[in-house]
């Protein structure tokens, strides 16, 4: 199989929406799989096959350049005695130096071959690297699709069990029971007809569960289940008394199972997203009430404007406050307390005594930061545009790596990171809004922009649109959604100018600092618990309104528990690390990724230039 057929392996995937409208039973979506992970396993070789070829041309190409030096030796060697052999021609013109003239040929012959030789392995060496890297976006895409028939089976699963067990069946059943002494035929013969649907309703249950495909499964957990059977019909076919009081009754029942699919994950240990309707949750505008000035008694009034160096700051008068300046403010006459204040500067704080009107001019100072445990911090950058908020994260210890042992097969072996310093990163990933900062600040044209556009997956497959970039990755965004369609070129030329704007060390997450920050001290899966459940996470499949859409507003969900927002998919991050293969490494999932892929330990490796619509980034700032 050549490498185009190789690669013609991905194109023919199916992902997402298209495989969950499909509708496919368990069996048909377990035959899928199957056949995907066989595919995948074989892929994952061809690749592995694949990047060892190109490693042995590399060497090879190294190797011919050595040969070409010592072939460059031989031919100046080779050209050197012949200019010494023509000059001793002058001298005798019978003097045969063919030989001398063949050795010179011969020597620039085998110069030019192996330099002709270099070029062809190095063109064949970089064909060999782009293949490389298209096998590995698609071995992804391929991931991916597993991911995705994985959570279609787990639906499948359920929809299969919500159908077996809701099924009507019609039971006859026979009862006998004693009468008791004080009690009237008629009460004797409603207890037996009651006894009597308890027991058809009682076994026909057992059968229920006994008859489910997944009935071990389900046993399991019987007892913490609200099934219940519903009794459609009954009717008395037969009853009579016998003996000593003794009622004898036989009905006819159309019983049906009730099971809800809340309870049906409960039943079978999934998560409740895949039993439950997910609606966008309504936005809730909230309005910003101003406070006004503070009430008195006195009658005469004056006029105080405040101004100062900077700008959204906000103005205390005497412990009330009045917004930003520029501020016109009438105020008693008498002595007030002026405080101006602003996130990054030091606070500036008078009392100035109003017998008439006045102008009072503030000048703020840029504070110092020094990091303390869960400290929120920004820095102010140059022409007073705020910078990220970020969030201190301590110094410590944590296993990193695929602790809970079901990971795939990109994730790394559990070792132990010891951070030894506290580090600010950013809380959420850049926005939109954030990158556009620094394009106009820079005139930066993205790699996206310069050629190609950038990729998004369609039908299973990373496909490229020259029209796509971080101004329009294909998806409807605003200025608070996280920037995507940007490569890790793109990420470090953010983080030097920040840097620059700063006065302050910024730079991309190592993976160990990423994950520390994401584990936030947990050592499950996700930093709320094992289960991704729903509307925790912006990822595919994950219940909320974004899920498989689009990019989520950053800030969407709940912070972790050192306070950063979305370290579970929206977006993959781009990461530093030692380069494996030249790649490297995104973390944390994505909207349109399944869940087990938004796992903390996932990583997923890609080419530097690589940019995408579900990619994007965050920043670290050292101390």
Same mark, same amino acid.
């Given at each position: ?11 023919a995937l199916s992902l997402s929406q298209n495989i969950l409208a499909a509708n496919l039973s368990v069996a048909d979506v377990e035959n899928k799989i199957s056949a995907k992970q066989s595919e995948y396993n074989n892929y994952n070789s061809s690749l592995e096959a694949q990047i060892a070829n190109a490693a042995s041309l590399e060497r090879e190409l190294g190797e011919l350049r050595q040969n070409a030096t010592l072939a460059d030796a031989d031919r100046q060697s080779a050209l050197i005695e012949m200019n010494l052999q023509y000059e001793k021609v002058i001298d005798d013109p019978e003097l045969n130096i ?11 012959? #085998? *110069? ?27 071995? *992804? ?22 159908? +077996? ?7 006859? /059943?026979? *009862? ?72 004898n009754i036989k009905m006819n029942l159309q019983l049906q199972g009730n099971l809800k699919r809340s309870e049906g994950c409960e039943l079978l240990g999934l998560d409740r997203r895949y039993c439950v309707n997910f609606k966008g949750s309504e936005s809730t505008e909230v309005s910003s009430v101003k406070m006004s000035p503070m009430a008195t008694d006195e009658s005469v009034m004056y006029e105080l404007t405040i101004r100062s160096n900077v700008f959204d700051d906000e103005v205390f008068i005497d412990g009330v406050s009045y917004g930003s300046t520029k501020l016109q403010v009438m105020l008693p006459s ?17 009392? /100035?005594?109003?017998? +008439? ?46 602790? #809970? ?73 605003? +200025? ?8 890790? *070129? ?85 990461? #530093? ?24 330990? #996932? ?21």
């Amino acid at each position: 199989m050549n490498r185009i057929a190789q690669f013609s392996l991905i194109i023919a995937l199916s992902l997402s929406q298209n495989i969950l409208a499909a509708n496919l039973s368990v069996a048909d979506v377990e035959n899928k799989i199957s056949a995907k992970q066989s595919e995948y396993n074989n892929y994952n070789s061809s690749l592995e096959a694949q990047i060892a070829n190109a490693a042995s041309l590399e060497r090879e190409l190294g190797e011919l350049r050595q040969n070409a030096t010592l072939a460059d030796a031989d031919r100046q060697s080779a050209l050197i005695e012949m200019n010494l052999q023509y000059e001793k021609v002058i001298d005798d013109p019978e003097l045969n130096i063919s030989p001398v003239i063949e050795t010179y040929a011969k020597a620039v012959r #085998t *110069h030019k071959a192996i330099k002709d030789a270099i070029t062809d392995k190095y063109n064949q060496w970089q064909r060999e690297l782009q293949e490389v890297e298209q096998m590995q976006i698609s071995k *992804h895409s391929l991931l991916n699709t597993i991911e995705g028939l994985k959570e279609q089976l787990n639906s499948a699963r359920i929809d299969r069990l919500y159908q +077996e067990f809701n099924r009507q069946e019609a039971i006859v /059943v026979s *009862h006998n029971i004693a009468c008791d002494k004080d009690e009237t035929l008629a009460k004797c013969i409603t207890r037996g007809k009651s006894l009597a649907k308890q027991k058809a309703s009682k076994r026909f249950l057992d059968s229920v569960y006994e008859g489910l495909s997944e009935s071990v499964e389900a046993e399991k957990r019987r007892q913490l289940s609200d099934a219940s059977v519903q009794v459609l019909r009954s009717e008395v076919a037969d009853s009579n008394f016998s003996g000593q009081g003794n009622y004898n009754i036989k009905m006819n029942l159309q019983l049906q199972g009730n099971l809800k699919r809340s309870e049906g994950c409960e039943l079978l240990g999934l998560d409740r997203r895949y039993c439950v309707n997910f609606k966008g949750s309504e936005s809730t505008e909230v309005s910003s009430v101003k406070m006004s000035p503070m009430a008195t008694d006195e009658s005469v009034m004056y006029e105080l404007t405040i101004r100062s160096n900077v700008f959204d700051d906000e103005v205390f008068i005497d412990g009330v406050s009045y917004g930003s300046t520029k501020l016109q403010v009438m105020l008693p006459s008498g002595e007030h307390d002026i405080e101006v204040v602003k996130r990054g500067y030091e606070s500036s704080r008078q009392k /100035v005594t109003l017998s +008439e009107s006045k102008t009072l001019k503030v000048e703020l100072n840029r504070s110092q930061y020094t990091f303390s445990k869960g400290e929120r911090i920004q820095d102010i950058l140059a022409g007073d545009i705020p910078g990220p908020d970020l969030v201190v994260i301590p110094a410590g210890s944590f296993r990193m790596g695929d602790i #809970t042992g079901v990971g795939l097969d990109n994730e790394r072996p559990v070792q132990t990171q010891d951070l030894k310093q506290s580090f600010g990163i950013s809380e959420t990933e850049i926005s939109v809004k954030a990158f556009e900062v620094f394009v106009n600040s820079t005139s930066y044209v993205t790699d996206a922009e310069k050629q190609k556009g950038c990729a998004a997956y369609e039908d299973g497959q990373a496909v490229w649109k020259e029209d796509r970039n971080w101004r329009a990755p294909g998806f409807a965004q605003n +200025e608070n959604n996280p920037v995507v369609c940007v490569s890790m *070129h793109d990420a470090k030329a953010y983080v030097e100018w920040i840097s620059q704007a700063s006065n302050q060390a910024y730079k991309l997450p190592s993976e160990a600092r990423w994950e520390y920050a994401a584990r936030a001290g947990k050592e499950t899966d996700y930093w709320w618990g094992e289960g991704v459940s729903t509307d925790n996470a912006n990822c595919g499949w994950c219940g909320s309104q974004w899920s498989n859409v689009s990019t989520a507003p950053v800030g969407s969900f709940e912070r972790n528990d050192f306070g950063l927002f979305d370290t579970v998919g929206n977006v993959w991050e781009w990461t #530093t690390s030692k380069q494996v293969n030249g790649n490297s490494v995104v973390r944390g999932g994505a909207w349109n990724f399944a869940p087990r892929l938004a796992r903390v330990s #996932t990583r997923m490796e890609l080419d530097s230039s690589f940019r995408s619509n579900y990619i994007g980034f965050r920043v670290v700032r050292e101390q």
